[in-house]
């Protein structure tokens, strides 16, 4: 075409022609398909326009008939890898990613699955044995075997009582561990190893423990006076043993007196399982003040608030609590002999059976029958201090002439041998062989703090006082508090706790 055209053009000069019509209209034809040719490939070659949405500085509004100038941004250069690209390639949308077309196109995959942990808690009744509860929990005879074999003092689990609590715990189904509480102290944990022998441990039983403040004013009883205030009987033998070396509980106490005492709480679980450690008390007994704070010095002692040791040579009582039936006197009227002669004892009415104890460390002088006395026990103590226990029913195992004893020591039972009318306890106290009162003697006082340990009881004694002045009455306090530390450890692994 383009030939032809040229040929035309050298023949004539010019397309101006004459001939036929058609002739005419094909040449024009020619033309612009040359012309439309040029205009596409040059506009193809160059990159488009940029598009501008704001008003810029070097921006202005033309004149009415003049062309505006483009609008370019500064900051846009032109994307040189589609400069020259086909105008169709350009309004393609770019590819995905390779890596993410790869996983866009895997199945999904889960994680793993964790080990799944649970536990089974209980108590043992009565008639409950580990093999029996172990079988109960669906444990095979062969890991049953292997937690036997894992401990060497087999009578362990042969001395469990009822109530004890106890954990199986099993990993995926499977038997993994065996917690056991021993007694209210501790505990024996026994766990798979990863070579599938067992292996156990003893340890301390997590509690949770807060103090309370009992306070109550004594009518009748001290055990009444503690139960009023929201304690347990238990406490009042703690308080006698505290108080033993300065209150004789079966002369001292008085309708009137009052008392006072801090003391721990144990939880397992939001569930009360008894309590702790007597951190302070006080006795107001008539017009005296006894005082008691726990330290720990020489293995933990009781003080009073001077910072002298509670325990004294002496105990007041070699009874728990019970009552005077008759006191010391140089003449009292016998019940059986009908007639006045010295009673140079104090006797301490108890049923049958009860304990005695020694009231101070000493020697067994004598032990065996002497006739209206019955069966005697005869302590000999340094400073010259003897003292007698008459009427036994029997004596302790051990108990013999030449045996040491400590005191507090159980050393025979309260009976009604010799000349009697009913189970009690003469108990008598002599020195260089002359017989005292046991209910007025002014016996040795206790040992003092050393001065070196004086600011750390002073600090003690402060918090205690603190606790005395704010802490609410157990009486008051509602429920146990919310949360409180398991029976076992890994807490947040279990499924159930006890």
């Not at 053009?9 to 001939?19: A, D, H, K, P």
Request: a positive charge.
């Amino acid at each position: 075409m383009r030939r032809r055209v040229a040929r035309l053009f050298s023949r004539y000069g010019s397309i101006q022609i004459s001939g036929s019509r058609s002739a005419k209209f094909c040449v024009v034809g020619v033309c612009l398909a040359l012309g439309t040719g040029v205009y596409l490939s040059v506009r193809s070659v160059m990159p488009p326009p940029p598009v501008t949405s704001e008003k810029t500085p070097a921006t202005r509004e033309a004149p009415q008939g003049e062309r505006a100038p483009q609008k370019v941004k500064k900051d846009a250069a032109p994307n040189r890898e589609f400069a020259h690209a086909p105008r169709n390639k350009m309004r393609e949308k770019p590819k995905e990613d390779a890596l993410k077309k790869a996983f866009r196109d895997q199945p999904i995959m889960s994680p793993p699955n964790e080990e799944r942990l649970t536990t089974e808690a209980g108590k043992f009744s009565k008639s409950d044995t580990v093999i029996g509860v172990l079988m109960a929990h669906k444990v095979p005879r062969s890991e049953i075997q292997k937690v036997l074999d894992s401990v060497r003092n087999k009578r362990i689990f042969s001395r469990i009582r009822t109530g004890r609590r106890y954990e199986v715990r099993k990993k995926d189904g499977e038997f993994h561990e065996f917690v056991l509480q021993i007694d209210n102290e501790s505990r024996l944990i026994i766990s798979r190893t990863p070579n599938g022998t067992m292996t156990a441990s003893k340890e301390a039983i997590p509690y949770s423990i807060d103090v309370v403040r009992i306070q109550s004013r004594i009518e009748s009883s001290l055990y009444k006076a503690i139960a009023d205030g929201g304690g347990a009987p238990v406490l009042v033998n703690e308080l006698s043993d505290i108080f033993a070396y300065v209150i004789d509980f079966h002369k001292d106490i008085r309708s009137g007196d009052e008392v006072e005492v801090l003391v721990e709480r144990k939880h397992l679980r939001d569930e009360f399982t008894g309590y702790g450690r007597i951190l302070a008390a006080e006795f107001i007994v008539g017009d005296r003040r006894h005082t008691a704070v726990y330290f720990k010095h020489a293995g933990g002692r009781y003080y009073n608030f001077e910072g002298e040791s509670l325990r004294r040579a002496f105990l007041r009582s070699p009874l728990r609590y019970t009552r005077i039936s008759s006191r010391f006197s140089k003449r009292r009227f016998h019940p059986l002999l009908k007639r006045y002669r010295p009673h140079f004892g104090v006797d301490y009415a108890a049923p049958r059976g009860t304990p005695v104890h020694a009231v101070a460390d000493g020697v067994v002088a004598w032990a065996g029958r002497k006739r209206q006395a019955g069966k005697t026990i005869e302590l000999r103590h340094g400073g010259g201090y003897r003292t007698a226990y008459l009427h036994l029913y029997r004596y302790a195992r051990g108990i013999r002439a030449g045996r040491r004893v400590v005191q507090g020591d159980v050393i025979g039972y309260v009976g009604s041998t010799g000349l009697s009318t009913g189970p009690h306890l003469d108990y008598r106290l002599i020195r260089r062989g002359r017989y005292l009162d046991p209910l007025k003697a002014e016996l040795p006082k206790g040992m003092p703090l050393p001065s070196s340990l004086r600011p750390a009881f002073n600090k003690i004694l402060d918090e205690r006082r603190t606790m005395f002045d704010n802490l609410p009455l157990l009486k008051e306090v509602q429920a146990s508090p919310a949360a409180h530390e398991p029976f076992s450890s890994d807490a947040e692994k279990r499924t159930s706790r006890l």
